[in-house]
């Protein structure tokens, strides 16, 4: 069987080369792109098996299920990773920047993929278009707040963010339940009492596993100043904000030696199977801490670059290179710990760009098209925006983006959608397996 | 014994008598109605440093030995000193809007923090700056300078000259959207968060009519993006009679600032922001009544309110009730190290933003949250791969005894609990060799949860 499995491991690159489909023709090496997204009973379509051995058709049970999220950071131009195909309209007002639908991937009802994903999309990808908020803002961050928060509005109500607050109905006391591999703590995973993290760099927290005398006397100071407040301790401090504050002081310090301790082992420089950047970086971690089984539910890492005012013709595919590479090793490496059927991947970007380009690059945008990888029914959810009736050069949502977070929390989860966003957010039928 | 309870009367600045009770939240325990008028109480006096500048700076406690912590308020407001900022000035003039990671001013801007010369004037320009936000996202470094430089000039003088001023500042106008608003199509971002965050708070008696007036009233206003200059055109401003909130006016954006500042909404708002800056808890109505009272007295001069604020028996009750945000923890941690040298010891804008917060560039216009985030297992992983990284000076070796007491007066940590007290115990007789026990101690006491509050 071509591509990523077990036994190409240590192959990582080249075996890409072989799968990957030539841009110019179909069915040159195996996989035949036109043949994609196959239909998920069949598990592999006949003629065409996908490198990971065909599309997920039964999801873990929900107790062990775990997220991902992929934040395309910027603004990611969909139109330019999944693009209608003859569209007339999109080569006058995008001449620089539409594929050519002969250079399209696995096209199907319509609609063509940039080449680069082709790897990614033959793992099984559901798309789901038309992603929006009410009342879009072009401004990154009011667009970013939104949906770390998960409320699609103008208003700020919440102080938790929506993977915050999945993680609080998924904690199980576990010493982590969330983690961010992207930068540091995102706003998306403040919970109101589960444990999430944020590690600026995989290497963050090294002091916490290192073997040294030294780090030994500190951890083992940290952990004695993390003990319980006596009953003498809490009469000194008297006030009840005092003491709340000194205890979840301690918790934080607690907290943070039961992380090292529940994540002890991983690796960071453990990704021979994975291609070389940050994204893929992140990921070899995400699935290391996964596989520890400890605890640890939601993973979110980020790409950056897709604000892409300039110079989109060739930043944009090679982002998509970036994401399709990183995510089919990661993919695989799920497959080889035998996470595949419990592991969601969904990707998120602040907003879709304009359709009319601009000066080589396209302008903050309003709806976008986001991915769901891994146990899902391949294919193209929600409504492709009118190409024809654009909002002053924008599409039009088809759907807030709480629906889509809405169909991870509810069929995914198992978590009532109203738990963790707003009442009348509603979770699409038919996408995860 | 009068404890903390005990409604005893006091005299507010404004001259008035009040029986309210002192900060219920605060009241009860060892620190009450007694506390700040303990000569050379060193917990106090550190308090009172900690919430009115960015110290203790090591042995300000030990040099302000003979002063009650109450006394040590008041020669910090008898000062009238505005720190310059010089270093962080030159720092601008050849900056180029990139954010860098060598860029200079970030360094400058901490050190003035660990050294200008007038405290109190120093912590309130960084208060107001994450009060009236701007962002290095939308403008450049250049107009967020200039806007620091406003801040600076006004952050003890008048709040309606700060609103007034930031209202056609080039770096506001870029970041909430004031820049090209005209009168007949205005946009309404600044005057939304002018009204709910800045001015007057949310659900204050204005409606959404309102905020299209005042949005109406702020138009006009252009930023040269080269220059940073702002230029008033008045064929884009509007021009018509407007009703605001009952009062109807032709306006202009000076006019119904003041208008706004002398609404008691605006007062209560402005009272009950410094009250949570340096107080923290939940503010009693009495009390912030109170305080309105002598703000709007003033006529809205900032000095004279946050002088009612700290000569409160509320303020001087509230020891450790809030937690230490990070670029105040990174001031506090240098000094404690005897660290001058920025880029020596490796300072980057991205150590500030692996702690969560960098200067200039907030989160969203409400800025930085004041919560619990700021000592959970992120912030605690973040602060002490940082702190593990950071050399310890030789001179800081010299002056320093590798014991307890020596550590946690350095560390401006008067008041540690047991549990904290051991485990640096444990620290300095376990560990056996000299230089590597201060470095531990250091790295304890730098990491405990009461230095990650204030």
Redesign the interface.
Known sequence: MLGISATAAGCGGSSWATTSPDTSTSATSGTDPSVDNPAPTDGSAAGAPTPTGGAVTAAAPIAGRNLVVVELQGGNDSLAMLQPVGSGRLHDVRPDQVIDDEELAAIRDGLGWQPALAGLVGTGVAAVMGIGSDDPSFSHFEMEQRWWRGEPGVGRERTTGFLGRLCDQLDDGSPVTGISLSGGPTPALLSDKAVTVGLSDPWGGWFLQEKDSWLDGYRSGLAEMASPMSGAERDALGADVRIARNERARAGISNTLRFADSLAGINPENNDTYPYGALAEQLSLASQMLDADAGLRVVHVGLGGFDTHSGQSWRHPQLMTELNDALVAFIADLDTRGLRESTLIMTTSEFGRRVPSNDGGTDHGAAGTSLLCGPVNPGFYGEMPSLSSLDDGNLTATMRFDDYYATVAEKWFGIPAAEVLAPNAEALDGIIV | MSGPDAAAPSTSLAGHHSRRQPLA???????GAQAGLARGDKAGLAHVLRRCSFGPRPGEVESFGALTPADLVEELLEDEGNNALSAADAAARYADDDLEPEEEWLRALLVQMMQGQHRLHERMTWLWHTHFTS?L?KASLAMMFQQHHRIRRNALGNFRTLATELTTDAAMLVWLDGDGSTGDAPNENYAREFLELFVLGRDQGYSEDDIRVAARVFSGWYVDWESGEVTFNEEAHYTRPLTFMGTRRRWDAESLIAHICGLPECHRHVARTLHRWFI??DPADAFIDELAEVFADADLEIKPLVAAILRSDEFH?A?????RQPVEWLCVTLQALGITDLEDAEIWP?TL??L?QMPFLP??V?GW?D???W????????R??IV?DLELPESTHDRVAPTVDAVLARCGLYDV????R???A??ES??GEFD?RL??LF??AL????F??T
Do not use: K
């Open positions: 939240a605060v009241g009860s325990g060892p620190i962002s996202d923290g808890g009750a020891h450790m009730t809030r937690v991205w933003e692996a969560g989160p969203n409400a949250p919560d619990d985030r000592s959970s297992a992120s912030q605690v992983v973040a002490a791969s593990l609990s047991e549990t904290t051991r485990a640096l444990h620290a376990d560990f590597r470095e531990l790295a304890l990491t405990s949860p009461e990650a509050l």
